[in-house]
């Protein structure tokens, strides 16, 4: 009987706890959609869906200078390719529910390579839940080494 009152706690215990977010830092996910240069559509290995919103970068939204480009560029990154979504921003969702992750395809950082071909900019936005980040140095030095934009 002292064997069976632990397992009858555990599962009591796990019964009372939130459903569980998406993954941080999971592989396998594939990019169904590219909403724009910094959202994306992606479906999990178990089926899952989720909008996720690529943290450290704004993008241009559409009709401003820019969008096509910065859409197109990330969409021949990781359109219809297995990503990787890795946490780093303070909140685990914005305010509008997209999860909050970095995308990394192949060992590339998609929001390091818009900044790099000057396609977004680094940025932090404590009001969406992705303040400070963990790969804000590098994001900051690509910004100011990036191409310059015809937009900027």
């Not at 941080?24 to 919103?53: F, K, L, Q, Y």
């Amino acid at each position: 009987m002292a064997g069976i009152v632990p397992v009858v706690l555990a599962v009591l215990l796990g019964a009372c706890l939130p459903p569980s977010a998406a993954p941080s830092g999971e592989e396998g996910w594939t990019v169904e959609w590219v909403i724009d240069g910094d959202t994306v559509d992606v479906r999990g290995p178990d089926g899952t869906e989720e909008r996720v919103r690529v943290i450290g970068i704004d993008a241009p939204e559409r009709e401003q200078c820019g969008y096509a480009e910065a859409t197109a560029a990330l969409a021949e990154l990781v359109d219809g390719r297995e990503v990787a979504l890795v946490a780093g921003a303070r909140d685990d969702r914005d305010r509008y529910d997209r999860l909050l992750r970095y995308l990394d395809v192949d060992g590339i950082d998609a929001g390091l390579y818009l900044i790099e071909q000057g396609l977004a900019i680094a940025r932090y936005d404590s009001r969406d839940g992705h303040g400070r980040h963990d790969r804000e140095d590098d994001y900051i030095a690509a910004d100011a080494a990036s191409r310059p934009s015809p937009c900027r």
